[in-house]
């Protein structure tokens, strides 16, 4: 079974920590929140620049609950933090 590209976007604007799915796509990344970029050989972990300190706080440890719980996947898949400005080619290019 191939594995599916997703995104995560981890927000608590709501005033409690929620984790959501939402479109793959590199305008999905707001910078007020935490995304969780599945991209199947790597999860980054995108931090906007105005994320709240419990997002940025626990956007490691929810990719790590995530990758825990895909039964498939390899549990050494690397987990990335990367902070908005500050990306790479191999993030950007995960969305082409």
């Known amino acids: 079974m191939k594995e599916k590209k997703k995104v995560f976007k981890v927000s608590d ?3 409690t920590l929620k984790t959501e799915e939402v ?3 590199r ?7 935490v995304f969780i970029v599945d991209a199947v050989h790597t999860i980054f972990v995108w931090v906007g620049t105005t994320a709240s300190a419990q ?5 490691v440890q929810i990719a ?3 990758l825990n719980s895909l ?3 390899n549990k ?13 080619e191999e993030f950007e290019a995960c969305f082409h």
């Open 71 to 73: 039964p498939h996947r």
């Open 64 to 66: 790590q609950t995530y």
């Open 55 to 59: 997002e940025r706080k626990s956007g």
């Open 76 to 88: 050494c898949t690397a987990i990335v933090r990367v902070l908005q400005g500050g990306e790479n």
């Open 23 to 25: 479109a793959f796509a």
């Open 13 to 15: 604007a709501s005033g």
């Open 27 to 33: 305008k999905s990344l707001n910078t007020s929140d």
